[in-house]
């Protein structure tokens, strides 16, 4: 296994939960420029996988490197490249769409001045100043995309980006995803859906029983 | 952004959820005020036994409304999601913490600062004791919310808490209301609190430094 130096490195991952093995010595890179899909049925350990590929969850045996680094290591440095898309929504139910993104933009060191083009793209400008809690789940969805779309990472892990969107947002979602991997960044995505960059490096890791 | 930036980010996002849930926020002070109130229509009303217990009593009440308002500290954090982001995020986790803890001592503490004087007067507290009362509460209630939300952290992840945490932080808050209520009582008899008061200073001062730290280890096993 060489170390890359520009990209993500998963180096003998297991993990198990109870009596169960999720994944074993799993090994894997994503090179700059390029989209991993994690693919597998309900309960295959998608997330879980996901959410030890962030630094989130600590795998039993492995590591994870990024850019040569271990990301333990140099966790803040990892977390500037990093936007993290989960299977919560990490929005405030008590606070409007806005204020939301507001926050992130904050906290991404940006002015937030791209919001409302960003809802607007993701047909969010009528929901603007609603509480999230007011939202149907596909809006939540979109505004937690929203999130990671302003976001300036380059590494972007993404739990199930697509379920819950119309086909208008799910190609919407698609095409930023193209440019974003074209710019040079790299996504991870674990679904149970099928996508297809065209003109992508793409690859893809099965989990489960045909594992 | 730089980190004190980040961390008013964070107090004013806190404050912000807050207000929007003004239930969540009052009913810890009402439980204050009625207790407190309620004491001394309960006891005799001779003077002198209601200005002996008033210190405790009003202490006591103190304690016991953050302790109410401890178990919704970083709960729907978790579940909506946002504390992950915030694991995630490029600035330190204690600092993230921190900014929780100073907001839910904004929300919680303070008022209880600025009411108990007021419910002080039931008790025919003399001015000096009342003195001693806000400067206890004022350097006693930051402590209570720091090693509350270290509770808080660690019984996160746990399903039903119930009396969990309680039990986990109410032992570690003890000296806070021993030192509290004794020196709102020794300055009610004329005596000298500097003692006491310093002693109180000093626990603020180790809880804000170590607990910030041991809070975001928490979390992030809550998280794990």
């Known amino acids: ?211 | 952004m730089n980190l004190s930036r980040f961390f008013i980010a964070i107090v004013r996002q806190e404050l912000q959820v807050a207000f929007k849930r003004w239930g969540d926020l009052a009913s810890p002070l009402m439980f204050f005020v009625l207790v407190a109130s309620l004491f001394p229509l309960a006891l005799s009303p001779k003077h002198e036994v209601l200005r002996n217990l008033g210190p405790a009593v009003l202490w006591i009440a103190a304690l016991l409304a953050t302790l109410l308002s401890l178990n919704a500290l970083f709960r729907t954090d978790i579940e909506d999601g946002t504390m992950e982001q915030l694991v995630l995020s490029p600035y330190p986790l204690p600092l993230a913490i921190l900014g929780k803890t100073v907001a839910h001592w904004l929300l919680n503490g303070l008022p209880l600062v600025v009411l108990a004087p007021v419910l002080a007067v039931t008790y025919y507290l003399p001015e000096d004791g009342v003195r001693a009362l806000s400067l206890t509460l004022l350097l006693g209630t930051p402590t209570l919310s720091l090693l509350g939300a270290a509770g808080a952290a660690l019984t996160a992840g746990v399903r039903q808490t119930g009396g969990l945490l309680a039990l986990l932080v109410l032992p570690l808050m003890l000296p806070v209301l021993m030192f509290g209520a004794r020196a709102t009582d020794l300055a009610g008899a004329g005596e000298q609190i500097t003692g006491p008061l310093y002693l109180l200073g000093a626990l603020l001062l180790l809880s804000l430094s170590l607990l910030p730290l041991a809070s975001a280890a928490a979390i992030r096993i809550s998280l794990d």
């Open chain 1, 1 to 211: 296994m060489t170390n890359q130096a520009d990209g993500l490195t998963a180096i003998e991952l297991t993990l198990w939960r109870g009596p169960n093995c999720l994944f074993e010595e799993l090994s894997f890179e994503v090179a700059a420029g390029s989209l991993l899909l994690i693919r597998g049925p309900n309960g295959s350990g998608k997330t879980t996988l996901l959410r030890v590929l962030s630094g989130l969850t600590r795998p039993e045996t492995g590591r994870i490197a990024w850019c040569g680094e271990s990301i333990e290591k140099n966790r803040q440095a990892f977390g500037a490249q990093l936007a993290y898309f989960g299977h919560t929504n990490g929005l405030k139910a008590d606070l409007t769409v806005t204020q939301n993104l507001a926050f992130a933009a904050q906290l991404y060191g940006q002015s937030g001045e791209q919001i409302p083009a960003l809802l607007d793209a993701l047909n969010l400008t009528l929901c603007a100043d609603l509480e999230t809690r007011y939202l149907s789940a596909g809006q939540k969805r979109r505004t937690a995309l929203a999130r990671v779309l302003m976001s300036p990472a380059r590494l972007w892990l993404l739990d199930e980006p697509v379920t819950n969107l119309d086909k208008a947002g799910r190609e919407y979602v698609i095409e930023r995803l193209c440019s974003h991997i074209a710019g040079g960044g790299l996504a991870i995505a674990a679904t149970h859906e099928d996508i297809r960059l065209e003109n992508h490096r793409q690859s893809e890791i099965l989990l489960g029983d045909d594992l």
